[in-house]
């Protein structure tokens, strides 16, 4: 009988560590579980923002372009229906129409390359902080 009760408590004793062991793997794969679900948020977060800040980028080029190109259109129709005789108010809707042209091209074509670009070199430099800070 000695030797049923020692297997009876080496049994109990295995069956506690493997209780014990599967309820720290399941508080590991809850902890992995909420990391990821933390990651995940943060990504679904960046790519909203990225989408409003490129929604915006897209709303000002327009507007700058069509505003620009509408008052330009503008001032050269009335300038011909006045045949050839350029007043004060049409003078001023073309500078200021070739200006809002000017300023809509020079911001798609310049500034936002610019921007880009930096942008670029920032992601970069994130990516190469989580890679030191992983290894």
Do not use: C, P
């Amino acid at each position: 009988m000695g030797k049923e009760e020692g297997t009876l408590e080496e049994g109990f004793d295995k069956s506690i560590d493997r209780k014990l062991l599967t309820a720290e793997q399941e508080d590991e794969k809850e902890k992995r579980e909420h990391r990821l679900i933390e990651k995940e948020k943060e990504v679904i977060e960046e790519e909203y923002v990225y989408d409003i800040e490129e929604t915006e980028d897209k709303l000002v080029d327009t507007l700058l372009l069509w505003l620009g190109f509408g008052f330009s259109m503008t001032a050269i129709v009335l300038f011909f229906a006045n045949e050839f005789r350029l007043n004060n108010g049409i003078r001023a809707l073309s500078i200021v129409g070739l200006l809002l042209l000017g300023i809509g091209i020079f911001y798609r074509f310049v500034y936002k390359v610019h921007l880009k670009k930096e942008k670029d070199k920032i992601d970069e430099d994130e990516e190469e902080i989580r890679e030191w800070n992983e290894a």
